[in-house]
């Protein structure tokens, strides 16, 4: 790969003749540095077309003044900002924090800055909502969790205004460039084998909603686990929720009023699987003796409540930088479409909330 030659090649970081008190420009670190302001642009942002010996002098002087560039003035004269959207219509806020953290992993240090965009699919105005965002941003890319990464509108709506995105979706909806795969189907059959493979028989599930895909991969995952012990998932014994404490609360006080009580229940995340304790206490009963629970996610509160819950470890903060570095992937000339990709496989984390059922 070519790089650029640069027009000065003895100036330094020394000297550099600055009023006290002032703030270094672009043009300061060009002539300190010896360089075309072009090339000092192309440093900040991480061009590969940089010869390395030009590269580390730039970012010397750039470390000894302090300079720090103002993402809205490039964004002026670049065209474009360099900021990536993460546009979310998600009710659990563990997932949503857990997801900004990982995108923040793959854009530390890259001069890119992450600006979050909560939204209502169900709302008249989602899309005029969305794209009135991703237009006035300029946005870099966006990230899209479930359920806006299921939405064709949106994804059609990107391409339209040449805004880049990724997906994280349960299963591949788009070209490999783009997604992040999630696979929770697998996951929440590991959920099942691990609650027959203790001894229950009398199972019940607590659903997401239905607009999100993973409620409904999950459901299917999990009855798809019991079948394999000849195991059917009664339809009185299935509740749905929202993804939420609260719906979690509420099933479960549902599902514990049935004549015949289910011995244990798989909660579609950990919002609603830690609503579940709150019922079992209302009700009398003891975790995991009398109710055995069992979540997805592994959410930071289920290993801190008591009984820590049993749970399926998706790794949301590294999807969430998985998908940052394939928008990322773009601006270091580097294709997408060649990169390694990971796989996301769940696996089923046994705590102390899951126990073979009393006898």
Known sequence: MSTIEDEGDDAGPTDHGLTPGRAATINDIARIAGVSKKTVSRVINQSPFVKADTR???????????????????GLAFRRSFLIGMIYDNPSPNYVVNMQQGILDAV?????????????????????????????QKLFGAVLPPSVSEDERVTGMLTEVG????????????APERMVVTNDSRGAAEAARHLVGLGHKRIAMITGPDLFRSTHERGEGFRSGLAEAGITLEDAMVVRGAYTFDSGVAAARELLSRKTRPTAIFAGNDEMAIGVYQAARDAGLDVPFDLSIVGFDDAPMSSRIWPTLTTVKLPIRDMGRMAAEKLLARSRGLD????????VIPTLIARDSSAPPRR
């Open 336 to 343: 997408p479409a060649k990169l390694e990709q990971p796989e």
């Open 56 to 74: 580390e002098k730039v970012e010397a002087v750039i470390a000894e003044l302090g300079f720090s560039p103002d993402p809205q003035a490039r």
């Open 163 to 174: 805004c880049p995105y990724v997906r994280i979706a349960s299963v591949s909806l788009d």
């Open 108 to 136: 530390r240090g890259s001069g890119l800055e992450l600006v979050v965009h909560p939204c209502d699919r169900t709302s008249d105005d989602f899309m005029a909502n969305v794209r009135g965002f991703a237009v006035r």
